[in-house]
């Protein structure tokens, strides 16, 4: 089935450090998101992105963190600066219009924060 | 604002034991809920959803009907494998408004035994 592919599987930063999480989306799939989940808590939505710009966000969603999806590359999400508490698995998601709420998720970016 | 409740922690069943994962939500307006599951070192993928009151969704065995008056979608199986061991998540979307954030449980991690 279609794939969302997420780059690095794995994160290790100091704190205070800038840090760029790739996400390459479902190919035709015009709404991306981004979650994050804490070890053994569960998945909280951040932010979700059509068109070029935020459509929604969460109160997770610090004013440290941005997204952006440049001339249809990579879904990044930015965090900077990185603080101890941003330690999780963030997940990417692409879905293929807002009507079509199915999301396909990639395989998480665990980051690190020390 | 929207939220899922499910079973929580694990379930361990028996190979061809009958499974239930409670799920009950509450949201303000209609919203569609949905099953995912998540194996190990993947992200969660979709499994099936249901849109209105009454509505029985359904994929590999695995089944839930949404019952408005009662705001649940209870995961079942008639016969679970080992296979069928992974975390299941609930999750909901209101989609109001033009825009919507899906809401998820916290997860329930199955484990079945051969």
């Known amino acids: 089935g279609p794939k969302v592919l997420q780059i690095p599987s794995h994160q290790i930063i100091d704190m205070g450090q800038m840090v760029t999480l790739n996400c390459d989306p479902v190919s035709n799939h015009l709404y991306f998101y981004w979650y994050k989940q804490i070890l053994g808590q569960q998945m909280e939505f951040l932010v979700n992105f059509y068109n070029g710009k935020v459509m929604e966000k969460s109160k997770l969603f610090k004013d440290q963190f941005s997204v952006e999806r440049p001339d249809g590359s990579y879904f990044t999400l930015k965090i900077q600066p990185t603080a101890l508490e941003d330690s999780a698995v963030y997940f990417c998601a692409s879905s293929l219009s807002r009507f079509d709420e199915r999301l396909f998720f990639g395989h998480g970016t665990k980051l690190s924060v020390l | ?114």
């Open chain 2, 1 to 114: 604002g929207d939220s899922v409740t499910q079973t929580e922690g694990q379930v361990a069943l028996s190979e061809e034991d009958f499974l239930t994962i409670h799920c009950n939500y509450s949201a303000s307006g209609y919203p569609a809920l949905f099953w995912y599951v998540q194996y190990p070192g993947e992200g969660p993928q979709f499994l099936f959803r249901a849109s209105r009151d009454k509505e029985k969704g359904s994929s590999r065995g695995f089944e839930a009907t949404y019952n408005k008056e009662a705001t649940s979608f209870h995961l079942q199986k008639a016969s679970v494998q080992e296979s069928d061991s992974a975390v299941y998540y609930c999750a909901l979307s209101d989609s109001s408004g033009g825009n919507y954030k899906p809401t998820f449980g916290k997860g329930t991690s199955l484990v079945v035994h051969p």
